[in-house]
Every structure is written in C-alpha cells, then in structure tokens.
C-alpha cells in the first residue's frame, strides 16, 4: 500500500495556466514536502510545510507557486502562471526530521 | 549548504555481477536515504541509514557518518535492478533533503 499518493500522474498545460498538483497521505503526518525533478537532472527542494505552514523554501520557491493543506488531508501545490522551464516532476513526501522520508509516486508535468 | 557527490556517475554491468555505489557528503547529517528511481520515475525507498549498516535481500548500505560517506552494495545484479540510485542527506540544520546527481546503472541480459 503506498505511503503518498499524488494526482493526477501526468498533466499537460498551456503557458501561462494555472495548475495545481495534489497529495493525499495515507496517514497522517506533520510534515511535507515537494520537491521538482527537471528531465535528466537530480531532484531538487521546493519546500517544507509544517503543522499547516511553510517551514523552509529553496530559491526555486518563487511568488508563482503556492502551498495549501485546504481540507486537512490532501496537500497541493499550486504553479499560477506556468512558465516552459517547469515542466518536470514534482513529487510530494512526508516524513519528519530524524526518520523515513517517503515520496510519492509524482506528477509528470509538461508545460507547452 | 550541504553538498552531497555521487559516483560513479555511470555504470553497466552484466547480470550476476556485483557493483558498490558511493554517496559522499560535505557536512554531519541527521538522515541519509538511498533511492531507486525506477524506468516510469518512481522514487523506491532502499534504505534509511543515517549511521551503520543494513541489508535488505541482495542490497545493502553502510554510512560512516564521521567519515561523510555511504556506500550501496548490490549484489548478484539483475535487469530490473536498471535505473538511477540517489543518494539522499538532510543535514543538522534543515528538514528538505539534498539529493545527489545520481548514478546511473544499467544492468545487461
């Protein structure tokens, strides 16, 4: 049974879009995470989210994306206005600090 | 910030072989993670192995945290071993993982 799952698997847009990928924990946990995988290159840190706020952002967090935890269970992160260079894939974890992180299986997304 | 190096890069081998993956890191590190990324990109937790060392059927790790490294052993290689193995530190002073550039192995019939 998987830890993370993650919707929708793939995703194709129009520059400029609004898109925003979700993530359902099996069970529940404090911390989350998203973190992008450009084609070809290593995964990469978005950002942190703790007891329902940001905890930590990388660089790459710019003001276009956006975290939520609307309803209490599913986590989304939202990409407001779609540039090409994300296109990639974002992958959603949970886990905590000094123990297993587990990530889900990802959205492939492709931004034309 | 921490940074984390792979090696080797890439590495092909024949079946039945035997193969060591190295993950070295620049600072202490409270988790270290090995990953498989597998032919449709799912992330395969390995091991969570901050310190010591685990085996897992024909995979196991070692971490010497004093000495900033990890090593990945796979033993007897399959096909389906094929894909991309990260190696994965989070440091003392953040929660996000930082992941190293990978190697990438390619396991022949």
């Known amino acids: 049974e998987p830890e993370v799952t993650q919707t929708p698997s793939h995703q194709v847009t129009q520059m400029g879009q609004e898109v925003i990928l979700r993530c359902v924990p099996i069970?529940?946990?404090?911390?989350f995470y998203w973190y992008r995988q450009i084609l070809g290159q290593k995964v990469e840190f978005l950002v942190s989210?703790?007891?329902?706020?940001?905890?930590?952002k990388s660089e790459i967090f710019d003001d276009q994306f956006s975290v939520e935890r609307p309803d209490g269970s599913n986590f989304t992160l939202k990409i407001r206005s779609t540039k090409l260079e994300d296109s990639a894939m974002y992958f959603c974890?949970?886990?905590?600090?000094?123990?297993?992180?587990?990530f889900g299986p990802g959205t492939r997304l492709l931004v034309l | 910030g921490i940074q984390v190096e792979q090696s080797p890069p890439d590495l092909i081998l024949q079946e039945g072989a035997n193969s060591t993956l190295r993950c070295n890191f620049s600072?202490?590190?409270?988790?270290l993670q090995w990953f498989h990324q597998n032919p449709w990109g799912q992330l395969i937790n390995l091991f969570y192995?901050?310190?010591g060392t685990k085996q897992n059927g024909r995979l196991s790790a070692t971490t010497v945290a004093t000495e900033r490294y990890s090593l990945l052993y796979i033993s007897s290689s399959q096909t389906t071993d094929s894909g991309v193995y990260f190696c994965?530190?989070?440091?003392?002073?953040?929660?996000?993982?930082?992941f190293g550039p990978g190697t990438r192995l390619s396991v022949l019939p």
């Open positions: 974890a949970r886990g905590g600090m000094i123990e297993t992180q587990y």
């Open positions: 600072d202490s590190v409270n988790n």
């Open positions: 069970s529940n946990h404090l911390y």
């Open positions: 989210f703790y007891n329902n706020e940001i905890s930590e």
């Open positions: 192995i901050p310190s």
């Open positions: 994965a530190v989070e440091g003392n002073y953040g929660q996000n993982f930082v």
